[in-house]
């Protein structure tokens, strides 16, 4: 922990005498240089040689004092698109860094948030869908199906909502999915549904089965 004061106090320290600049959301909000969570360091830059310089000083005065040393092969560089190639380029030698992320996730979520949140997030649809896909439903009662529903399906995409704001179409691709299991007898076989998916999502009281409506939620 003091270790992470400490690394957290010489960026803040360089950040305040103009050596190294963080990253804004909008005009007039306070610049970000760093997010601290678990064991990630998440160093938040304008891609530039003085940034790059002044950042690989502090890494360095941090190695001395605490006795640790950076894991260079884990580490990695993710930019924006706007960003310039050469300065990306000029980023990473400076910093002797050989990686450049290319994942679409961190943590379990999307780090690059595009035009389209349906391509973003269809992620979670395919994973509802693969859980479903495994369960038989001749070998469930009415009550294990709900189980399976509320306890599974429905918790998959609550992570996601935490943070961002699913649109309706998302919300209702993965309702119909589960409305569809709900109703079927066997694998691959659709079966009538005789109550709508909207009356399902109310509460027993009231005459449904208490599932979400994923996008309400």
């Known amino acids: 922990m003091l270790c992470a004061e400490g690394f957290s106090s010489l960026l803040n320290d360089a950040e305040m005498n103009g050596r ?27 891609a530039n040689d003085g940034n790059a310089t002044h950042l690989r000083h502090v890494l360095q005065i941090y190695e001395i004092c605490s006795g640790q040393k950076i894991n260079k092969e884990k580490s ?17 030698e400076i910093l002797d860094l050989t990686q450049e992320s290319m994942n679409e996730r961190y943590l379990g979520l999307p780090v690059y948030m595009g035009r389209s949140k349906a391509s973003v997030f269809g992620y979670l649809k395919e994973r509802v869908w693969k859980r479903i896909q495994g369960w038989k439903e001749k070998l469930l009662s009415k009550a294990g199906k709900e189980t399976l529903i509320k306890g599974v399906a429905q918790s998959i995409p609550s992570y996601a909502m935490s943070c961002f704001d699913l649109t309706k179409s998302l919300c209702d691709e993965m309702g119909k999915m589960t409305c569809r299991y709900w109703w079927a007898q066997q694998d691959k076989e659709n079966k009538m549904h005789w109550v709508s998916w909207e009356k399902m999502c109310r509460r027993k009281e009231e005459g449904g089965l208490g599932y979400r409506d994923l996008h309400l939620f």
Not at 20 to 30: M, T
């Open 20 to 46: 190294i600049q963080g990253v804004s959301i909008c005009a007039g909000a306070p610049s970000i240089t760093h997010l601290l969570f678990a064991d990630d360091s998440l160093l938040l830059l304008k």
């Open 76 to 92: 990695f560089i993710v930019s924006s698109k706007n960003t310039q190639p050469q300065a990306k380029r000029r980023f990473m």
